[in-house]
């Protein structure tokens, strides 16, 4: 992804639960990984998890891939998450930072650590839930630190310097790596890359935006005239 900015690192997860889309996108060598979430594939559609779940990994064969598990309870969770990462070795299982009463899920995630189970600790939006995911998951398997730095935004906050303490957090656990989490826009790419995000997910519309990272404005100012010129031309406008 060349453009004024010069060549990115920050690697790109496409995040969602449209099963084409998803083998479509896995054509897409600038496609690292991908994610989804209860959310994204019940807007999809989906109905049966584990099968969806083994559809994925099959047309996805070389990439990592997080699902999540959605039970109440730690001990629930724990038996989806030992079923889900049996599905393949590229499986990473996504557990939220805390049950849905706010517990924190410290000792599932070190006890499915211990197993050797790749987490990707997701639903974070502090420092402090960076912090004990670090050290929960210092030394472990291979790991992903998901912070929601599009929700932070939401909030009217800026993410970029929480993401940069957060990838200062993240330099004493190696086998971690920092998920910019509900981007909402390509900048939000350029920006993970600078504070040294690892990975960032993008929807699918995202993903056909890519090819617009680092053009040339006047360019791009004269494709928006021409486009509002010719959709007034297609519409039959008069005035």
């Not at 050290?135 to 993401?163: C, E, H, K, N």
Request: include cysteine; hydrophobic fraction near 45%; charged fraction near 25%.
């Amino acid at each position: 992804m060349p453009g004024q900015w010069g060549p990115l690192t920050v690697k790109l997860f496409a995040d969602g639960a449209d099963l084409q889309g998803i083998v479509e996108l896995a054509r897409d060598p600038r496609i690292r990984g991908f994610t989804t979430n209860p959310t994204l594939m019940r807007a999809a559609g989906v109905d049966r998890y584990e099968d969806f779940a083994r559809a994925v990994v099959a047309a996805v064969p070389d990439r990592p891939i997080s699902f999540e598990v959605f039970a109440d309870r730690f001990d629930e969770m724990e038996r989806q998450a030992l079923k889900l990462a049996a599905l393949g070795d590229q499986v990473y299982v996504k557990i939220p930072v805390t049950d849905p009463d706010g517990e924190p899920s410290t000792k599932l995630a070190r006890k499915l650590a211990e197993q050797g189970i790749k987490l990707n600790i997701t639903a974070m939006m502090t420092l402090d839930q960076v912090a004990w995911v670090v050290d929960t998951l210092r030394g472990g398997p291979p790991g992903i630190v998901s912070v929601f730095a599009g929700r932070i935004a939401d909030t009217g906050r800026d993410p970029v310097p929480i993401m940069a303490a957060a990838r200062e957090l993240l330099r004493t656990a190696p086998n971690l790596e920092l998920l910019w989490a509900s981007s909402r826009e390509l900048l939000n790419i350029v920006q993970a890359d600078s504070v040294g995000c690892h990975i960032i997910t993008v929807t699918n519309d995202l993903v056909a935006k890519l090819d617009t990272l680092g053009r040339d404005l006047t360019e791009f100012s004269l494709q928006t005239v021409r486009m509002f010129r010719d959709d007034a031309v297609k519409s039959g406008f008069q005035l």
